[in-house]
């Protein structure tokens, strides 16, 4: 699957950061695009990890996602913030994703604070980003 993966970064001195995201990222709006642009501004390098179709079948339903997996890649891969992409199909796949690209920092929504975040163990810090306005990707598919 051609993207823009490439995780290990040879050469690196200690201050470059490399930052991880992961979501589904189905129907992209204005706070997916702040999300990705405040992990950009944390480091140097921006990983986004995508939950591939069949997991957002079996955590969102029969009627997601709404856009394929290799639909979302190119749409990720398109936005300036985002130096790379890749994708998994389970919880087991996402950790050992976040454990290969050894990120400084993991970036979630707030609403992830007191939950179980896959791979918190690796990264120097967890960062929570706080929801921009009323988007949301659930609402916009309600709405269609």
Do not use: A
Not at 35 to 64: A, C, H, N, Q, W
């Amino acid at each position: 699957m051609p993207n823009k993966l490439n995780p290990y970064t040879e050469g690196v001195n200690e201050y470059y950061r490399k930052v991880w995201i992961n979501g589904c990222f189905d129907i992209l709006h204005r706070g997916h695009i702040e999300l990705f642009k405040y992990g950009k501004d944390l480091g140097d390098e921006l990983m986004v990890g995508l939950d591939d179709d069949g997991m957002i079948k079996r955590f969102k339903g029969d009627k997601r996602p709404y856009n394929t997996l290799q639909d979302r890649i190119e749409v990720i891969k398109s936005i300036k913030y985002v130096d790379y992409v890749c994708s998994f199909h389970s919880t087991e796949t996402l950790y050992k994703s976040i454990e290969d690209y050894k990120p400084n920092i993991i970036v979630v929504g707030s609403d992830w604070k007191g939950k179980v975040i896959i791979g918190k163990e690796i990264p120097d810090e967890i960062k929570y980003f706080d929801r921009v306005g009323d988007y949301s990707t659930t609402k916009i598919l309600g709405e269609v």
